[in-house]
């Protein structure tokens, strides 16, 4: 039994996410996690909340309540939603936990020993308005390399480049848009990741097997321009964590706290912590090599915009600290999924929220959507045309027709229990070759993290029975030969058991309404596709679902693009 260990970005605490942020990081996280699961491996699959920093500050200051108050509201809020989506996390935890506190205070202790932390004067801006330091993130202005207006001071959103806010073209801040603003020194503490330039490129170099996008960023930013530079790990805020070196004080240090991106990813660990804290069990044979982690294999699931924090930065802070932390093995990077001819905004409430999405269907119809078509080698773009065509193709026409018609036909004929009569004849014998091929490759997509390659197979393995389901015709055969039409009817029935396995990582609600028509709890994986198909016997009861998937209209299509092109408030 394999070990995996898996984090999906962490998503910030300042509004619910839209679903170009769900399939860039949380949806395939949680595909894999399923998947694992499913071939009986041992899984571990945390996220949190990214809950300090200025995108906290600025979200609570807009709802009037305390930051402290807001973050916990806004992970609730978060939890409730990954929980209706059918996120399978074994701990959702908070970048704001004691357990986070405690970690990124040591790591900042460790790194101080090696000689990894300096303190430098920044030059920082101030704003006379606001009568404050101004963070990075509270400064927006043009991007001095693409030119785009809406610039954050720490890197643009449009074409990544990590930034500086005094690099900034016509800069203004991000509280009250006043553009009185000056640069003053202030000190603080810069990771020195130019320190380990050459081990992070060795390290970089030996992951020979990661996707083109993730290896391509991180050498960006490793080469381009003057290389990879020594980063502030310090800012002037009151909400984070109190800059310490472990449990010592930190002189100089006093009334300052730790920059969010150095925090942020440490509560991987931390949130397994929070998980072993909450459960009782160990979480250091996942994380520390000395105890236990050395065969867990850590996956990592994020969008373009994350990668150079995850394959460099919180890389240089496990490597500095000299300590035996398990390093992440395969780094699955996605690129951007906009919206009907434009871009997910949340600020503008362009697209889709998660909520909305679940107001309207389900989750099984946005994860099948999402999934199947991942922005994996490029940019995707979600329009209501191509998703009704989708639904109502693959999941109501294919998958729910399917389902539909064998139950229904059996129940006519036979009642509402697995006919016994007839063994499987060359018919049925080619068919399980067939699907035996086509699992074999479902599985080999799936264990390599190509997403919409396993969608499309699967969705071969779903036509494979209807077009059996056609050819066999066992409401003629049983005109002619009841006991034929009888095996058949079984092996359609246990192909309904066979889709609900399969298919439960795309489709977990589905997948189990698959499972209790069918009135099985047996999900065990089809290593053996023939065994599987064999698995209700004759008399074996079942009853037929409700419809699984029912078609979007094209009224519901067009009131649905209408309502969401606007800005939401």
Request: with cysteine; charged share 25%.
């Amino acid at each position: 039994m394999a070990r995996h260990l898996i984090t999906s970005a962490i998503p910030y605490i300042n509004g619910i996410k839209h679903l170009g942020n769900l399939i860039g990081s949380q949806l395939p996280a949680d595909l894999y996690a399923r998947f694992q699961r499913g071939r009986g491996n041992e899984v571990l699959f945390l996220c949190a909340t990214d809950e300090h920093g200025t995108p906290a500050e600025l979200a609570a200051a807009k709802a009037n309540k305390p930051v402290a108050e807001f973050c916990a509201e806004m992970h609730d809020v978060q939890a409730d939603i990954a929980k209706r989506f059918a996120l399978s996390f074994d701990h959702f935890g908070r970048s704001s936990s004691p357990q986070n506190h405690a970690l990124t205070q040591h790591f900042a202790g460790k790194l101080e020993e090696a000689g990894l932390i300096s303190e430098v004067s920044d030059k920082q801006v101030y704003s006379n308005t606001d009568g404050r330091f101004l963070p990075d993130r509270y400064i927006e202005g043009t991007c001095p390399n693409c030119g785009y207006d809406k610039a954050r001071g720490d890197q643009c959103e449009n074409c990544t480049k990590q930034l500086n806010p005094v690099d900034l073209i016509d800069p203004r801040s991000a509280i009250s848009g006043s553009t009185d603003l000056e640069v003053r020194e202030t000190k603080h503490l810069h990771l020195r990741q130019s320190a380990l330039r050459d081990e992070l490129d060795a390290w970089i170099d030996s992951k020979s097997d990661w996707p083109v996008l993730t290896t391509s960023i991180a050498k960006k930013w490793l080469h381009d321009g003057d290389g990879l530079r020594d980063r502030g790990i310090t800012r002037d805020l009151d909400w984070g964590i109190p800059v310490r070196k472990g449990d010592a004080d930190w002189p100089g240090m006093e009334g300052k706290v730790f920059y969010v991106w150095f925090d942020a990813p440490i509560e991987y660990i931390a949130c397994a912590g929070e998980w072993a804290d909450a459960t009782g069990n160990d979480w250091e044979r996942w994380w520390r090599t000395d105890k236990g982690a050395d065969d867990v294999r850590y996956t990592q699931f994020m969008g373009k915009d994350n990668v150079p924090f995850h394959t460099l930065s919180f890389p240089a802070t496990i490597l500095g600290s000299g300590e035996p932390w398990k390093l992440v093995d395969y780094i699955k990077s996605f690129n951007f999924l906009n919206y009907d001819g434009g871009q997910f905004s949340t600020s503008q409430g362009r697209g889709v929220f998660m909520d909305q999405a679940l107001s309207l269907l389900p989750a099984d119809y946005w994860r099948w959507w999402l999934l199947s078509h991942a922005p994996e080698s490029s940019d995707a773009e979600f329009t209501w045309e191509n998703f009704q065509q989708s639904v109502n193709k693959d999941l109501a026409d294919v998958l729910g027709n399917f389902v539909s018609r064998i139950t229904k036909f059996c129940r006519s004929k036979f009642g509402e229990a697995v006919p016994a009569a007839g063994d499987y004849g060359e018919q049925e014998l080619a068919l399980i070759a067939d699907l035996t091929t086509r699992i074999r490759a479902y599985e080999g997509y799936m264990d390599a993290m190509e997403v919409r390659k396993s969608a499309q197979e699967l969705r071969a393995i779903w036509v494979a029975g209807n077009e059996y389901l056609q050819s066999a015709a066992p409401w003629v055969t049983f005109k002619t030969d009841p006991d034929r039409a009888a095996a058949q009817v079984r092996l359609g029935l246990n192909l309904i058991r066979l889709y609900a396995v399969l298919s439960a990582p795309f489709i977990p609600n589905a997948s189990a309404d698959m499972l209790a028509a069918m009135q099985t709890e047996d999900t065990a994986w089809p290593d053996d596709v023939a065994a599987s198909l064999s698995t209700l016997v004759g008399g074996h009861a079942f009853t037929v679902p409700e419809v699984l998937f029912a078609k979007i209209t094209d009224e519901q299509r067009d009131d649905w693009q209408e309502r969401f092109a606007g800005v939401r408030d």
